[in-house]
């Protein structure tokens, strides 16, 4: 077994990125096991920080979480600034848009929710939206403002956290098999490749393959959700398409148009779970289709890039978040699910405040990672 460190974070995608700086930062010896940093759904992530526009029905008790965690977003960057990769944090809000009746009543019924729940999302007039966004087109016929969304480029902002772990800690490229466990305890991880990390908090973190290691006292049942997402450069002559990131409800279909301080914008996403990692052309049809219908322009951007990639869900739809009862030295954060890059700071602190010994929060017992059942004791 190799020397011993504080923390053996298992993942690095966005989350075991993120809790492994946090560590690192705050005084933590660290080693990161991931054979592919990055690759995974963090890859494909549109990196919307919206809390706001990404509220969805009977998923209201995230978002104390995810306010949280959006309010911590510029510090965290902030404490990334010396490793030179800007993750192009833009803080100009989210323009949601309808096309039909339905549409209008279903984010006007959204907003209700948004509005009793504090968060500032006004209706504004489709006039209004297009002096901010002069290239929506004339199938807009509803608009709203939420000003508490903002977004980043997921792989900048990896590439940066990398590089800090990276700088002041260990990056394994190892496949990690099994918790290494000494009755109740867990005292680090044994690798594929038949090494070990010893280590005196093991974290959880490689997203959907968290359920695959064995010697896990709790049972993590993961459930892919696929999303198809396209990558497209705007010439030079249509730029800045877009300031804002504008989605919309397009006759009951959901659609994103992301903008990156790079010229490219995003445009995302399917959720499907039919099993299938291979990028689907129906979905990819109907992006383009209703991107149109919001931005008539898109039709005339460079297609750069298509990906698949699968959201680490969970039954519930909530992260499996925290430690396990009775078993010492072990935190679980997966199950991210459509969240991962916006629940990131929050996720990484909350991780770094209970392995220094700080109590559960009240709001985060029901993300209990034990809630599902017991595992190999
Ligand atoms: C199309 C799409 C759009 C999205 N858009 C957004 C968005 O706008 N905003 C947002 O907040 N979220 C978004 N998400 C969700 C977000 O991408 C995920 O919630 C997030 O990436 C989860 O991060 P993770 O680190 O848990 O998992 P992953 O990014 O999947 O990383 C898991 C890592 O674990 C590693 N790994 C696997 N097995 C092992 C092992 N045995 N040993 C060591 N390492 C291992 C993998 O190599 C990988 O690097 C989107 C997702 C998709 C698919």
Redesign the pocket.
Same mark, same amino acid.
């Given at each position: 077994m190799e020397a011993s460190v504080d923390v053996a974070v298992? %993942? %690095?995608?966005?989350?075991?990125l993120g809790i492994a700086w946090e560590a690192v930062r705050r005084g933590h010896s660290v080693t990161l096991?991931?054979?592919?940093?990055?690759? %995974?759904?963090?890859r494909?992530? !549109? %990196?919307?920080?919206?809390p706001a526009s990404e509220l969805h029905y009977r998923e209201e008790h995230l978002l104390e979480l995810t306010m949280d965690s959006a309010r911590r977003y510029p510090e965290f960057i902030t404490s990334l600034a010396w490793t030179g990769i800007d993750p192009g944090y833009r803080n100009t809000g989210t323009l949601v848009l309808a096309v039909d009746g339905a549409d209008r009543q279903a984010l006007a019924d959204l907003r209700t929710v948004q509005s009793a729940h504090g968060l500032d999302v006004e209706q504004i007039s489709v006039r209004e939206a297009r002096r901010s966004e002069p290239m929506i087109g004339p199938a807009a016929t509803g608009a709203f403002r939420a000003g508490e969304d903002h977004q980043l480029d997921?792989r900048k902002l990896a590439a940066s956290l990398h590089s800090a772990v990276l700088a002041r800690g260990t990056i394994l490229a190892a496949?990690?098999?099994a918790l290494e466990r000494n009755g109740d305890r867990v005292i680090g991880v044994k690798l594929h490749d038949g090494g070990t990390v010893a280590a005196r908090h093991t974290i959880v !973190?490689?997203?959907?393959?968290a359920s695959?290691?064995t010697h896990l006292p709790v049972q993590l049942p993961m459930r892919p959700v696929y999303?198809?997402?396209l990558r497209l450069r705007v010439p030079t002559s249509l730029q800045p398409l877009l300031t804002h990131t504008v989605r919309g409800l397009v006759r009951g279909h959901a659609v994103y148009l992301v903008p990156r301080a790079d010229g490219t914008v995003v445009l995302?996403?399917t959720i499907r779970e039919d099993g299938s990692n291979a990028v689907s052309a129906g979905g990819v049809y109907q992006l383009l289709r209703d991107a149109q219908q919001l931005v008539p322009a898109v039709a005339e951007l460079e297609l750069e890039e298509i990906l698949c990639?699968?959201?680490?869900g969970t039954p519930d739809n909530a992260p499996l978040l925290g430690g396990v009862p009775g078993v010492d030295g072990l935190l679980i954060a997966?199950g991210?699910?459509?969240?991962?890059?916006?629940?990131t700071p929050a996720a990484a602190a909350l991780c770094v405040d209970l392995l220094k010994g700080k109590p559960v929060p009240p709001g985060i017992e029901r993300y209990r990672p034990d809630r599902f059942g017991k595992g190999q004791q």
């Amino acid at each position: 077994m190799e020397a011993s460190v504080d923390v053996a974070v298992v %993942g %690095g995608g966005i989350v075991g990125l993120g809790i492994a700086w946090e560590a690192v930062r705050r005084g933590h010896s660290v080693t990161l096991i991931d054979p592919a940093p990055a690759t %995974g759904a963090t890859r494909a992530a !549109a %990196g919307m920080i919206a809390p706001a526009s990404e509220l969805h029905y009977r998923e209201e008790h995230l978002l104390e979480l995810t306010m949280d965690s959006a309010r911590r977003y510029p510090e965290f960057i902030t404490s990334l600034a010396w490793t030179g990769i800007d993750p192009g944090y833009r803080n100009t809000g989210t323009l949601v848009l309808a096309v039909d009746g339905a549409d209008r009543q279903a984010l006007a019924d959204l907003r209700t929710v948004q509005s009793a729940h504090g968060l500032d999302v006004e209706q504004i007039s489709v006039r209004e939206a297009r002096r901010s966004e002069p290239m929506i087109g004339p199938a807009a016929t509803g608009a709203f403002r939420a000003g508490e969304d903002h977004q980043l480029d997921p792989r900048k902002l990896a590439a940066s956290l990398h590089s800090a772990v990276l700088a002041r800690g260990t990056i394994l490229a190892a496949t990690a098999s099994a918790l290494e466990r000494n009755g109740d305890r867990v005292i680090g991880v044994k690798l594929h490749d038949g090494g070990t990390v010893a280590a005196r908090h093991t974290i959880v !973190a490689n997203g959907l393959a968290a359920s695959e290691l064995t010697h896990l006292p709790v049972q993590l049942p993961m459930r892919p959700v696929y999303g198809d997402i396209l990558r497209l450069r705007v010439p030079t002559s249509l730029q800045p398409l877009l300031t804002h990131t504008v989605r919309g409800l397009v006759r009951g279909h959901a659609v994103y148009l992301v903008p990156r301080a790079d010229g490219t914008v995003v445009l995302g996403a399917t959720i499907r779970e039919d099993g299938s990692n291979a990028v689907s052309a129906g979905g990819v049809y109907q992006l383009l289709r209703d991107a149109q219908q919001l931005v008539p322009a898109v039709a005339e951007l460079e297609l750069e890039e298509i990906l698949c990639r699968a959201r680490p869900g969970t039954p519930d739809n909530a992260p499996l978040l925290g430690g396990v009862p009775g078993v010492d030295g072990l935190l679980i954060a997966t199950g991210f699910f459509r969240h991962g890059v916006l629940l990131t700071p929050a996720a990484a602190a909350l991780c770094v405040d209970l392995l220094k010994g700080k109590p559960v929060p009240p709001g985060i017992e029901r993300y209990r990672p034990d809630r599902f059942g017991k595992g190999q004791q």
